[in-house]
């Protein structure tokens, strides 16, 4: 009883109330319930996360995903960027999610083809799929790419399938028909859905749709996790080196999830500071370097 009302005692100073206010020597139940309530809760949690962890990195304690694919001299967001992530031993590639004209789901970065090809213009939404199938986005990278094409995320999904994970950048809230397609292929736990906090109604729509699926919230600033997580309890939560630090890292890991970051600068300084600060993953444009860096960490 004594060590209850202890705990209590110090559960409502947490939340503002003063001792003084109330003869804890009463509250006995009320110190059960609450402490009951909050083993539940927290087993809860734990449960939820569990459902929600990912495999182990490849390659030391850090995962690495291979951003719009390993996309140095080779025409990024295509099969050949994302063919050089797996020959890499990437834990991920990064796609970017848009749809065509006649609703096929393709991946390219930008809203408009302008920064792809030579003598075209348009967003992509305003192309079929075949049109956007005849244009060479290989040319601007080198002759030895000219027959690259914008890949659909079936055909993403069919070359990733048991080889690589998939971080996918919901640019277009298409969830609906990308939850079909991981099914199809029985991906759901191969894939992590990057979405922004702030869209927390497309976070709960993909839990609804798959249950399986992986969501990683991004929360903003590190005061904003204690809610993220009890509202989605992911398995982990995506930033920037905007938002990360190592009270962020240390207040996501009291939640037992896990962080992902996508790098600014791309250097082994920055790399070594967001190892220092216990960060989980690293988005990068240069994987191959960051791969060659984590082991000789390990050594």
């Not at 302008?114 to 075209?120: E, F, P, Q």
């Not at 009291?254 to 960060?279: P, Q, R």
Request: net charge neutral.
């Amino acid at each position: 009883k004594m060590r209850c009302n202890r705990l209590l005692q110090s559960f409502l100073m947490k939340v503002g109330i003063k001792r003084t206010s109330i003869k804890t020597e009463k509250l006995f139940g009320l110190s059960t319930l609450v402490l009951v309530l909050l083993v539940f809760s927290l087993f809860t949690s734990v449960a939820q996360q569990k459902n929600n962890e990912l495999p182990k990195p490849r390659n030391g304690n850090t995962y690495v995903v291979a951003h719009r694919g390993a996309h140095i001299g080779i025409p990024e967001n295509t099969i050949p960027a994302f063919q050089k992530a797996i020959d890499l031993g990437c834990d991920f590639v990064e796609i970017d999610v848009r749809k065509t004209k006649d609703e096929k789901l393709v991946s390219v970065h930008n809203s408009t083809v302008d920064a792809y090809v030579n003598g075209i213009t348009g967003k992509v939404n305003e192309f079929t799929l075949a049109e956007l199938k005849a244009m060479n986005i290989g040319e601007r990278v080198g002759q030895e790419w000219e027959n690259t094409r914008i890949p659909t995320v079936e055909e993403i999904l069919q070359l990733c399938q048991g080889k690589i994970g998939i971080y996918l950048d919901l640019k277009e809230p298409h969830i609906e028909e990308l939850v079909s397609l991981l099914k199809k292929y029985n991906m759901e736990r191969d894939v992590i859905w990057y979405i922004p906090a702030s869209y927390i109604d497309l976070i709960k729509e993909v839990k609804q749709l798959c249950k399986e699926c992986l969501p990683i919230p991004d929360p903003g600033e590190e005061k904003n996790i204690a809610r993220i997580v009890e509202l989605v309890h992911p398995g982990m939560l995506a930033t920037d080196m905007g938002a990360l630090s190592k009270n962020f890292v240390k207040t996501a890991h009291l939640f037992n999830t896990k962080v992902i970051v996508d790098e600014k600068k791309g250097s082994k300084e920055e790399w070594s500071k967001i190892l220092e600060w216990g960060t989980d993953g690293i988005q990068t444009d240069d994987p191959e370097t960051l791969i060659k860096f984590l082991n000789q960490q390990e050594k």
